[in-house]
């Protein structure tokens, strides 16, 4: 039960972990999620097959789709919005967005008249093409691509080598 949304969410997700450690060993590999509300995790368990048996399908068709493109270190990570009801649901390709929940503190007073602090946490909608507005706002299965090496990209690693080698490295 519950998405895998934003890049916090895919890093510290058990479910992308298992699809992070698939797509390391070489393999073709997919975290599926299904954005159910914690609070009906309970009943969804409880409820007849009928939303499995459309969330087959569609993963079943999303796999045969996809299999063949997979780079290496590659995995998708799939979302699929709650409820389901029918196996025709629109499919975009998004990104992560950076942080689905936006953290504070909040300073109380106790009746005492001592300070403390409540941590509140409010959900970000995100852009049109980010995982977390494609699947909330529109109801759509939100599909984001995720690569795990990043020493192929030329310019990032170009970056970090000036950055490193001319900053941290020149000096005494």
Avoid: Q
């Avoid at 298992?18 to 609070?39: C, D, N, Q, T, V």
């Avoid at 009943?43 to 097959?49: A, F, G, R």
């Avoid at 649901?89 to 300070?115: M, Q």
């Avoid at 409540?118 to 529109?138: C, H, M, P, T």
């Amino acid at each position: 039960a519950g998405e895998n949304i934003s890049v916090h969410g895919i890093l510290g997700s058990g479910t992308t972990g298992g699809a992070m450690e698939g797509a390391f060993a070489g393999l073709k590999a997919y975290a599926i999620s299904y954005a159910i509300p914690y609070a009906k995790a309970n009943e969804y368990i409880l409820k007849s097959w009928k939303e499995r048996e459309i969330m087959k399908k569609i993963i079943y068709r999303i796999i045969e789709k996809t299999i063949a493109y997979f780079e290496p270190y590659e995995f998708l990570n799939i979302n699929l919005p709650y409820p389901l009801t029918s196996e025709n649901v629109n499919i975009e390709i998004t990104k992560a967005i950076p942080k689905f929940y936006l953290a504070s503190f909040e300073k109380r007073i106790d009746p005492s008249g001592r300070p403390y602090y409540w941590y509140i946490a409010k959900k970000a909608k995100g852009k049109s093409d980010e995982d977390a507005y494609v699947l909330f706002e529109k109801h759509n299965i939100s599909i984001t691509p995720v690569c795990l090496v990043s020493m192929e990209d030329e310019k990032r690693y170009k970056r970090w080598k000036n950055t490193i080698m001319g900053k941290v490295l020149s000096g005494p």
